[in-house]
């Protein structure tokens, strides 16, 4: 049945990625999260840190640019960010991702700059946040 494969209850692979969005729930809901942007040699990467670049990095041997940066109070808004913006640059992967000089967060690598998607969804989510805010209020 698609309503119990969907609740993760199915094959393991869905059980998996349920698991894993719960676990980002856990990890970045209400939690100060970190939505960064990098340059890495002459890739570009989104990702999330709870605690700071220098921090995140700091088990790869790699040369970073930082290109900018955005403090969430609540983490699930920076981690939906990420994802949506992941989803709008998948042409965007690399061939080989042995290329990519990190341990891990390989798949938010991308070959070409994607700054302003990113900068359009948080856009996109601060007036959404505005008109929900100004029903509210009226």
């Keep these: 049945l698609a309503s ?14 349920k698991l894993k969005q719960q676990d ?5 809901k209400n939690n100060p999260t970190l939505l ?26 790699v040369n970073i640019e930082i290109l900018d940066t955005w403090m969430f109070d609540d983490g699930m808004d ?18 080989i991702y042995d290329e990519i000089p990190i ?7 991308r070959t070409q700059d994607f700054h302003k998607k990113i900068t359009d969804a948080i856009g996109f989510m601060v007036d959404k946040n505005v008109k929900e805010l100004h029903g509210f209020i009226n």
Excluded: W
């Excluded at 980002?24 to 970045?28: A, G, M, P």
């Excluded at 920076?78 to 061939?95: F, G, S």
């Design 36 to 61: 960064y942007y990098i340059k890495i040699n002459t890739m570009f990467k989104i990702g999330l840190t709870r605690t700071s670049i220098k921090h995140r990095f700091k088990h790869d041997d």
């Design 4 to 17: 119990t494969h969907m609740r993760g209850d199915g094959c393991p692979s869905c059980k998996k990625y």
């Design 78 to 95: 920076a981690y939906n960010i990420e994802q949506h913006v992941l989803k709008e640059t998948m042409h965007l992967i690399p061939a």
């Design 24 to 28: 980002n729930y856990k990890k970045y």
């Design 103 to 109: 341990y891990s967060g390989k798949t938010e690598v």
